[in-house]
């Protein structure tokens, strides 16, 4: 909407621009600083969710002795069996949390694609939904 | 040149005498008390609607001035939310840390701890179960729970952080809402007086015409 070529005469399309159009705008473009938000958290997730897993493998291949867990801030010894559940207890956490944020994603995207197809529908050239 | 001044020193002066104040460019306010930008449905009513007739100039600084207060207030809440992104972790390492003193003490078996003593050094404890947790409650006050208190406590802070966060991500999405209205608001006055210059041109061509 800032930047961008001037349109020429004939690319400008004279539309009035209806308190419905404002509120799909406004939604495209709420949707699309929450899109950056949430990929950017489920990027955070999915390091920590690799780090447990590698940390889950560990522990199945372990020896049998016990392990040093960080709980908090402090490293606690633990037993494998106790560690593991821990482990894993974080992972199914850590998991559900990506998976709702990949549904989130997803939503926002299939939301942005009806909105771009009303909004290019009704402004064509005037109006740039495309990420720069 | 002069001409220039001369402009300047008239916007200045419809600046000055215009009605035009916050109300009449926002729409009332969301329950957080955060302001809306108005719509405009129709911008020469809108503009017919001051005295004197605001110019284009005198409206789109109108909004850009409130596009910029909603821009400063968008990272503020964006910097709120983040505090509490990182608050709510803090308090889940916590809990857990609880839960697991708690399930030791309840299975009757002391807990070895390396505990950092300073910043590279870790030292070994044993821990018996006293029944009782030091929680840093900030502002440099350290209380003494039970492990069922300490759990109470910060289960409760911990539903009312995420409630927080849930209401500041909302207000976030609200005054989103609102830099874009005031954004479109500022396209659309420019585009409506580029079309009032140009009409007004073509009306002089052809009255010269005659």
Redesign the interface.
Same mark, same amino acid.
């Given at each position: 909407?800032?930047s961008g070529a001037m349109l020429t005469k004939d690319q400008e399309v004279d539309v009035e621009?209806s308190?419905h159009d404002?509120e799909s705008?406004?939604e495209f @473009?709420?949707l699309n600083?929450?899109l950056h938000e949430a990929r950017g958290e489920n990027d955070s997730y999915k390091t920590r969710l690799e780090k447990l897993d590698d940390a889950c493998t560990e522990l199945m291949m372990g020896s049998g002795e016990?392990v040093?867990v960080l709980? @908090?801030?402090?490293?606690?010894?633990c037993s494998e069996d106790d560690a593991t559940a821990?482990c894993e207890g974080q992972v199914e956490k850590v998991q559900e949390t990506v998976d709702k944020l990949e549904e989130e994603v997803k939503g926002i995207e299939d939301r942005q694609k009806e909105l771009k197809t009303e909004l290019y529908g009704r402004f064509g050239s005037s109006i740039n939904l495309e990420e720069a | 040149m002069s001409s220039m001044v001369e402009k300047q020193q008239e916007l200045e002066g419809e600046g000055k005498d215009t009605s035009l104040n916050l109300s009449s460019i926002t729409d009332g306010a969301n329950k957080s008390g955060i302001p809306k930008v108005k719509f405009i449905a129709d911008i020469d009513d809108f503009a017919a609607s001051f005295k004197p007739v605001a110019s284009s100039e005198v409206l789109i600084g109108a909004f850009s001035e409130l596009f910029s207060k909603f821009k400063a207030y968008e990272t503020n809440l964006s910097n709120k939310r983040l505090t509490y992104q990182q608050k709510l972790p803090e308090i889940e390492k916590t809990l857990s840390l609880v839960n697991h003193l708690k399930t030791k003490r309840d299975e009757g078996e002391t807990i070895t701890t390396q505990y950092n003593l300073c910043d590279t050094v870790y030292a070994k404890a044993q821990l018996d179960s006293s029944g009782t947790v030091n929680l840093w409650l900030g502002a440099n006050v350290m209380l003494e729970y039970t492990y069922e208190e300490a759990l109470a406590y910060l289960t409760e802070k911990e539903v009312a952080a995420k409630e927080e966060y849930i209401q500041v991500t909302e207000d976030l999405a609200f005054t989103r809402n609102q830099s874009i209205t005031a954004e479109v608001n500022m396209s659309r006055i420019y585009n409506w007086d580029v079309k009032n210059r140009r009409d007004a041109k073509a009306m002089e061509t052809a009255l010269a015409g005659k």
């Open positions: 909407m800032s621009v308190p404002q705008i406004n @473009g709420r600083a929450r016990n040093w709980l @908090g801030d402090a490293f606690i010894s821990l | -």
